[in-house]
């Protein structure tokens, strides 16, 4: 419900919320499927997926309603760049204050914190780390051998695992998305 509202409500950059909302969906899904492969359930998988990357919605919404960015700024060669790697540092501090803020789980707020720190070694984070990677190739916003990723390694889980996690988020995503979309 959050991702939906906030996705909806972000004047001149409809589009890259829409993609940060399918990238959401997808982080859940696979956040989820990694716990069940790791046998490692733990009630708030999915969520751990879904709002790991929750700052940089809330960054793009609040930017665009303040008249911060204006439209089109991503697709300007200088200030695009450097905007994009603004959010990127900084929402993982902004998404873990608001999942706090709204009383989500510890380890919620601990995926948000910490999912691009490569050496955090508590399951929450590298979770969310695994799923942002499905999520960015399942949603077309990476390229290459996701297989190949370290976190994969890390967390012991093969290949064959990850193609398969990989096949079932591609499979389920578009009627999840239609859900989302079907309500505008």
Do not use: Y
């Not at 450097?82 to 999942?99: F, K, Q, S, T, Y």
């Amino acid at each position: 419900i959050v991702t939906n509202g906030i996705a909806s409500a972000v004047p001149g950059f409809e589009t890259r919320a829409e993609g940060l909302r399918r990238r959401a969906l997808a982080a859940g899904l696979s956040a989820r499927l990694f716990a069940r492969a790791l046998t490692v359930e733990s009630g708030h998988d999915f969520l751990v997926g879904l709002m790991h990357d929750i700052g940089e919605l809330v960054l793009l919404q609040r930017a665009a309603e303040q008249g911060i960015l204006p439209a089109g700024i991503f697709e300007d060669p200088k200030a695009g760049p450097v905007v994009l790697a603004a959010i990127e540092a900084d929402h993982p501090r902004v998404g873990a204050a608001l999942c706090r803020a709204w009383g989500l789980p510890p380890s919620v707020s601990e995926a948000a914190e910490q999912h691009h720190d490569r050496r955090a070694k508590r399951l929450p984070a590298q979770l969310a780390a695994a799923s942002d990677v499905v999520a960015a190739h399942v949603t077309g916003a990476a390229g290459g051998d996701p297989a190949s990723e370290a976190i994969f390694a890390a967390m012991g889980i093969g290949p064959a695992t990850v193609s398969r996690i990989l096949a079932e988020v591609t499979a389920a995503l578009p009627p999840l998305v239609a859900g989302g979309s079907a309500r505008r």
